[in-house]
């Protein structure tokens, strides 16, 4: 059974982590609730298990724990945010409040972030819109991990989208998805084992498909999920976060992990609509607490007894960890770990 871990205590320790590591303490507050709030959710590839991760992009120089996001230019419906090579929540947690308070005059709003370093889960930021009874839509790119139909190795990120919709009764409709076939975890945990993996997740050398992972990332690639569709969307997120923000494209974006002291150069953009501008708002509530209804309704299929909508999960997931505290995978307690070692952070909040 996992060991559990209020997330309050959670929040705090990673709050002091962070301000060790040179964030302002209102930074740092950003950056744990971000993680906090995805683990609660049980994402736990993308919480406070690449704590050790941010920490020591700092120390390499990839992420400037001072940059300071700045407001680059805006119109009455955009907004583009220079994340000055700072941690990547701050800066895109203002893109996405400018959205929201334009859409409340604009019904419409976009706004991005250049110049900027991963930013979690992107699940995170469509949720922000809800809170605000409004539609949001988030993503970013990433640094090249996927190969495109036709060519060999390592050529767009599989950059992740999110979406998040405002019910009246029911929970929040919220996806949150990356645009490779299958998650790197899931190849790395086979590689570790030494087994071999479906030949529709990765690529070998020469770009054809393989079920081995044994020289997996250093040659070969991951896939896009259902081919020229995945690698279609992926090239849609690098227009909107990448090109239309003035941050990195393709091989200008660079990994946060991978290239120590390098700057990432990441985008990020971040869509809001207002339903309330356009109908009542019950009634687009009700619309959506009627359409999962009727999907929770649909004919089963044999040996299934429930159908789930979007976000249901996680949100189950939350409440349980909201009230019995959060079953955190032993990987993410041993990052916890040592980076309050690395740090001098007490680590008795963890216990």
């Known amino acids: 059974m996992a060991k559990r871990i209020l997330p309050e ?12 590591a040179g964030l302002s303490t209102d930074d740092a507050c950003t950056v744990a609730d971000v993680l906090v709030m995805t683990d609660t959710w049980g994402t736990f590839s993308h919480g406070t298990v690449a704590i050790l991760n941010y920490v020591q992009a700092i120390k390499s120089g ?26 990547g929540m701050p800066a895109c ?17 976009w706004a991005g972030v250049r110049n900027s370093s991963h930013f979690g889960a992107a699940g995170y930021y469509a949720n922000m819109a809800v809170k605000h009874d409004m539609i949001g839509i988030a993503m970013s790119n990433a640094d090249p991990n996927m190969v495109v139909p036709g060519a060999r190795g390592h050529v767009i990120g599989n950059n992740p989208i999110a979406y998040a919709v405002p019910a009246g009764k029911e929970q929040p409709i919220f996806l949150d998805i990356a645009l490779s076939a299958v998650a790197a975890g ?28 044994t020289n997996w990332p250093a040659t070969g ?30 091989s200008e974006v660079k990994s946060w ?41 649909a004919p089963k299929a044999k040996g ?22 959060i079953p955190l995978p032993e990987l993410s307690f041993t990052a916890l770990y040592q980076a309050g070692e690395e740090l001098g952070v007490d680590t008795r909040l963890l216990d």
């Open 62 to 87: 990839s992420i400037d724990p001072a940059g300071k996001p700045r407001l680059a230019g805006e119109g009455p419906s955009w907004a583009v945010i220079d994340a000055n090579a700072g941690m």
């Open 257 to 297: 992990k991978l290239h120590p002291g390098e700057k990432a150069y990441l985008g990020q953009s971040f869509l809001v609509i207002n339903p309330a501008a356009i109908l009542p708002l019950d009634d687009f509530k009700q619309h959506i607490d009627s359409a999962i209804q009727e999907l929770h309704n």
């Open 9 to 20: 205590n959670l929040i705090k320790f990673c709050v002091e982590i962070f301000v060790k």
């Open 221 to 250: 690639s991951m896939t896009p999920m259902a081919g020229h569709k995945g690698y279609g969307i992926a090239l849609l997120i690098e227009v909107l976060a990448g090109a239309l923000t003035g941050a990195g494209i393709l």
């Open 93 to 109: 947690c203002m893109a996405m409040n400018l959205a929201i308070e334009k859409a409340r005059k604009q019904t419409f709003a």
């Open 186 to 213: 899931k190849i790395f945990a086979a590689k570790a084992l030494g087994h071999e993996i479906p030949a529709t997740w990765i690529t070998d050398a020469d770009g054809l498909p393989t079920s081995d992972p």
């Open 304 to 325: 299934s007894d429930r159908i789930y909508v979007p976000g249901e999960l996680e949100w189950e997931r939350r409440e349980d960890a909201l009230r019995n505290g």
